[in-house]
Every structure is written in C-alpha cells, then in structure tokens.
C-alpha cells in the first residue's frame, strides 16, 4: 500500500505471507506396509571355477513418511523523503518464519540373513529367520 503523504513524502507498506507444505509418501507402487530391507550373506557362486561369497541386498525403498511445512511472515515499511538534492529512504523490515518438519529414514529397519556355508541353501531366509535386526530411528523433535 502506497501513501502520498504530500509531494515529497511518500510511505510505503508491503505485507507477504508465504506458506509451503510438502508431503512425501509412497506412492501406489509400493504397499503401504512398504518394504523392508533383506541383506542375505555368504551367498555362494561359482565364477570361472572357483566360489566366491558375497551378499546379496534387495528390498527397501529406503523412503520414509516425511514432510515439511513452513511459514513466513515479512512486513516491509518504507517512508520516501525527496529534497531538490537528496532522496532518503528509510525504513524497517520484519521477517518470522516458523518451520516445522518431521524427516525419517530407513524405518523399515534391515534384516540379516546367513547362507550356510557348506549346504548354500537360504532357508533361513525362506523362513524368516534373521540373525541381526537394525533400525535407524529418527531423531523428533518435540515442539512446545
């Protein structure tokens, strides 16, 4: 809003709220249950003859339920004063932004399995038999 106080004073007062929300889920792709992450180790395979061991991952979207939202106020005052010379401005800007998000990853935890070495067989797997167990929890913070 701009006000003419007289033709060399002029005063100028600007007022803007921005607000932003974004939300992340998963898609219908994926079930609501999601997926967790499986780590199958020592799983054998015969490359050129000889065996060789790795692990095998599959699993975990590796995506949690996040979102984001934030709020910005900003109050703008400018007051134009002009002389046959010199033009001044002077005035103040106000700015409060209040933020609140809640981010998470890897919820779904990790299960670990073993192959037995000698017999090759994923049975543990088969009957979801983990030897390890992890989950990285988010840190929440609590607002007052």
């Given at each position: ?16 709220h921005l607000?932003?929300?974004?939300s992340?889920e998963?898609?219908?792709?994926l ?6 992450r ?10 050129n ?6 692990n095998?991952q ?5 995506f ?7 709020n ?8 134009y004063?002009?002389?046959?010379n010199?033009k001044?401005t002077?005035?103040t800007?106000?700015?409060?932004t ?19 070495p ?26 007052v």
């Open positions: 809003m701009r006000s003419s106080i007289n033709s060399r004073l002029t005063n100028e007062l600007k007022v803007q607000y932003t929300y974004q992340s998963p898609g219908d792709q079930p609501d249950a999601n997926i967790p499986a780590i199958i180790e020592n799983v054998t395979s015969s490359v003859g000889a065996d060789r061991r790795t095998v599959f699993g975990g979207h590796r949690a339920q996040e979102w984001f939202r934030n910005v106020f900003q109050v703008v005052n400018n007051l004063y002009n002389t046959d010199i001044y002077f005035g800007d106000l700015m409060y209040r933020g609140h998000s809640l981010y998470g990853s890897e919820v779904n935890g990790r299960f670990h399995y073993n192959v037995h000698n017999q090759g067989r994923w049975t543990n797997y088969i009957e979801n038999k983990p030897y390890r167990f992890y989950r990285e929890v988010p840190w929440l913070m609590i607002q």
